[in-house]
């Protein structure tokens, strides 16, 4: 417990960001490459302390495809922000559709004890934990609770297992959110259309059941990143990018503090961190915030 009082209370200094997209609009490189302070227009560097401090979970097919070319040609960053560390989990999420057997808890053990690895390693600078992500990380613990879908009726999923389901996202949130490193999670969005001509379409987290809301409830910051293709930036070969901080999203707020000290379009998210009052690693910052 941390005692506080209304003038010094602090929620944390460390980020529990919920980040969304479409799928294919490079999600992964552009937050990979915020982290670590490599997009071009980034003055402040990044969020970490050194590029060993960024870990990336990874459940999606070629989930960071093509990532170095983009960081050290496209981005033209050093060699040595390759460092990061990787955690490739995107087999092991594939191996859960041949599971003959329903109840397995073999991957969620597994992503835990990574969790509890990188926990232990953020005792010292500033660290960062990317999933890559949520979306990939919940089908494939879904599918491992629900069973060979072919031989049962319906889904397989039952209340107990939408309980355990539930309980299992949970339990990983928690424990990779703990107070000494930013966790961000990349995850992909569900566009509701219009049922209306001057109706605006919704948006929410594409996850099965109510753990969707739940989960975006429980995180301190959400962004919708909008990628704006064939725009590049001045002098280089890289799509403008930025992070919507006031979106249309259905059922999820965007985060405390975001109308009061962030703008609409923040494009770099060490500043957007920094205006928000947490802590800042500035790795490779040519300028002090």
């Known amino acids: 417990m941390n005692r506080q009082t209304g003038d010094t209370y602090v929620s944390s200094k460390f980020a529990k960001a919920l980040f969304l997209a479409e799928g294919k609009v490079g999600?992964?490189?552009?937050?990979?490459?915020?982290?670590?302070g490599a997009l071009p227009w980034q003055k402040f560097g990044g969020i970490v302390s050194k590029p060993e401090n960024l870990h990336i979970l990874a459940f999606?097919?070629?989930?960071?495809?093509?990532?170095?070319?983009?960081?050290?040609?496209?981005?033209?960053?050093?060699?040595?922000?390759?460092?990061y560390n990787v955690y490739n989990f995107q087999d092991d999420a594939r191996k859960v559709a041949t599971n003959q057997t329903d109840w397995d808890f073999a991957l969620y053990n597994q992503v835990s004890a990574v969790i509890d690895e990188i926990q232990t390693k953020a005792k010292v600078g500033t660290h960062a934990l990317l999933f890559s992500s949520l979306t990939g990380l919940c089908q494939s613990i879904?599918?491992?609770?629900?069973?060979?879908?072919?031989?049962?009726?319906?889904?397989?999923?039952?209340?107990?297992?939408?309980?355990?389901?539930?309980?299992?996202?949970?339990?990983?949130?928690?424990?990779?959110?703990?107070?000494?490193?930013?966790?961000?999670?990349?995850?992909?969005?569900?566009?509701?259309p219009p049922k209306k001509p001057d109706e605006e379409a919704k948006e929410s987290l594409q996850i099965d059941g109510?753990?969707?809301?739940?989960?975006?409830?429980?995180?301190?910051?959400?962004?919708?990143?909008?990628?704006?293709?064939?725009?590049?930036f001045p002098g280089t070969n890289c799509d403008n990018v930025y992070l919507d901080t006031q979106p249309n999203m259905e059922v999820i707020a965007?985060?405390?503090?975001?109308?009061?000290?962030?703008d609409k379009k923040e494009p770099d998210l060490t500043l957007a961190f920094k205006k928000l009052g947490l802590q800042i690693g500035g790795y490779g910052a040519k300028e002090k915030v």
């Open 27 to 36: 999600k992964t490189s552009f937050l990979t490459a915020s982290i670590l």
């Open 60 to 83: 999606d097919s070629s989930a960071l495809g093509g990532l170095a070319n983009f960081l050290t040609k496209t981005c033209g960053a050093d060699k040595s922000v390759l460092k």
């Open 142 to 192: 879904q599918r491992s609770l629900q069973g060979p879908f072919a031989t049962k009726k319906g889904t397989g999923m039952d209340m107990s297992k939408w309980a355990a389901f539930s309980t299992a996202l949970a339990e990983l949130r928690s424990k990779a959110q703990l107070d000494n490193l930013h966790t961000l999670w990349e995850a992909h969005v569900y566009v509701t």
């Open 210 to 232: 109510k753990t969707g809301q739940n989960f975006a409830y429980n995180v301190e910051q959400v962004f919708r990143i909008r990628r704006q293709f064939q725009n590049k």
């Open 254 to 262: 965007n985060g405390r503090g975001f109308t009061e000290n962030l």
